[in-house]
């Protein structure tokens, strides 16, 4: 059980601070208290790896093959566009 | 691979091969981005060879001041903004959680511990097991959403950039991006444990 002071953030509060923490945009004290929580707490330091990894695996997400059909229209386009 | 500034400078020559590796390097992201404008695939799909026939036509335009991919995009959403259905411009805001209320004990902290995905499997995060979950995730988050996550996330664009692109501010970009990412967290979530 954690012993909370005043100024503590909890969990619920923690999980909403994650993309401002992220984009480097929390004032300064809010900083110092979410990296404090997240060294005292191994949920949300779990919490905030999940988020980075959602981020990292989003960023694979490959663009599927164009079609030969869809390459050979814009091709045919393309011929049209510069004879115009 | 050729940079896109190799393939801009031939494209400007009328080089046919050029153009062909443009549409196949940027035409699925391009599709991606202008169906979280317009309702339809066939409409995102008139869009973006509208845009193309805007770079043939406007090669010239580009300056090179911003990366192709920037220029594409801005004009791309320019033309899906027309073809899509008027959005009002301050959509009523809704309740957001990031995580499920339920998940937490009446002093705000976790009721169950927090699985960490990674580990001794760590093939559990495979991108090309949770690739179409992430995929299906992000076609149904709300337009909004989609638009920062599709240009932060996948494509990789800075703040500055997409904030300028969408002409939202920076304050509204995180909280969009900060709906859509926990929002995806949570659907990775729930494939992980079925799985
Ligand atoms: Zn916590």
């Not at chain 2, 196949?24 to 008139?46: D, F, G, N």
């Not at chain 2, 920037?70 to 309740?95: C, D, K, M, Q, Y």
């Not at chain 2, 960490?116 to 909004?144: I, M, N, V, Y």
Request: overall charge negative; some cysteine; glycine content about 6%.
């Amino acid at each position: 059980m954690l012993s909370l002071r005043r100024r503590d953030i909890v969990c619920q509060q923690a999980v909403e601070m994650v993309t401002d923490y992220l984009e480097g945009s929390l004032p300064r004290r809010s900083r110092r208290r979410f990296e404090a929580h997240l060294r005292a707490c191994p949920n949300c330091a779990a919490y905030i790896e999940q988020i980075k990894l959602t981020i990292e695996l989003t960023g694979t997400i490959e663009p599927e093959d164009l079609t030969p059909e869809a390459k050979a229209d814009l091709t045919e386009l393309y011929r049209r566009w510069r004879s115009e | 691979m050729d940079t896109d500034l190799e393939l801009l400078s031939r494209l400007r020559d009328g080089d046919e091969e050029a153009f062909v590796m443009l549409v196949a390097r940027y035409q699925q992201p391009m599709l991606r981005l202008a169906r979280a404008y317009v309702p339809s695939r066939a409409v995102a799909e008139e869009a973006v060879q509208d845009t193309w026939m805007g770079v043939v036509k406007g090669i010239e335009r580009f300056e090179g001041r911003a990366a192709f991919k920037t220029w594409l995009f801005r004009i791309l959403i320019n033309r899906a903004r027309s073809a899509g259905v008027r959005e009002r411009r301050h959509a009523t805001v809704e309740p957001h959680h990031a995580v499920d209320p339920i998940r937490f004990d009446t002093n705000g902290q976790w009721a169950e511990p927090v699985e960490p995905w990674t580990g001794d499997s760590e093939d559990r995060l495979e991108a090309s097991t949770w690739g179409p979950a992430l995929q299906s995730g992000l076609e149904d988050l709300p337009p909004r959403q989609r638009r920062v996550l599709v240009l932060r996330d996948v494509e990789g664009l800075s703040c500055d950039e997409v904030c300028e692109l969408l002409d939202i501010s920076p304050g509204n970009q995180r909280i969009l991006l900060h709906r859509g990412r926990t929002r995806l967290r949570e659907i990775l979530e729930t494939q992980i444990a079925k799985a």
